[in-house]
């Protein structure tokens, strides 16, 4: 079973390059930790991956900010165990919802600061940065949109 592991683990490095993840540690990480139907410990991550602790620790913070991440001492060890959630659907909702708060403060800010750039854009440098800022503005009120189409979507997948 550890070579058709290893063949999941290179498709989800490969995924990583096509989607911009040239960290291969990153995404051996990530697909070893999909793969595992238990905790493992992170002394037996390192090993069946043969990356060092720092490096299996390194890449679980960073995972840790894109996908959840249990951390679970046992009574009695001192090993540290490690469990992915592997509900996509749950992983993209606590992605949209971040997103969503990204939104709300745009929406909340960025009307204001246009204004104020309208008010006091004398130079063309300036209508330039005006209209750019303007731009941003439409764009996330499209991304709003979308995201909310998209969530739908996802809506309609879990009944």
Not at 19 to 48: H, N, Q, T, W
Not at 71 to 88: A, Q, W
Not at 115 to 132: G, M, R, T
Request: glycine share 4%; aromatic share 8%.
């Amino acid at each position: 079973m550890e070579d058709l592991d290893n063949k999941f683990i290179d498709f989800y490095k490969e995924v990583g390059k096509a989607v911009g993840v040239c960290d291969p540690i990153l995404m051996g990480i990530f697909a070893r930790l999909y793969i595992e139907p238990d905790e493992i410990s992170m002394e037996d991550l390192a090993e069946k991956s043969g990356y060092s602790l720092a490096s299996i620790s390194n890449s679980v913070k960073m995972l840790s900010g894109i996908v959840p991440i249990n951390r679970i001492r046992k009574p009695g060890s001192k090993r540290l165990f490690l469990k992915m959630d592997k509900d996509f659907l749950s992983v993209i909702q606590a992605h949209v919802a971040k997103q969503e708060a990204v939104l709300k403060v745009t929406k909340d800010r960025i009307p204001d600061l246009i204004k104020e750039y309208k008010d006091h854009a004398k130079s063309q440098k300036d209508k330039e940065k005006l209209k750019c800022l303007e731009g941003y503005y439409r764009q996330v009120v499209v991304l709003e949109t979308a995201t909310k189409d998209f969530m739908a979507a996802f809506d309609k997948v879990k009944e």
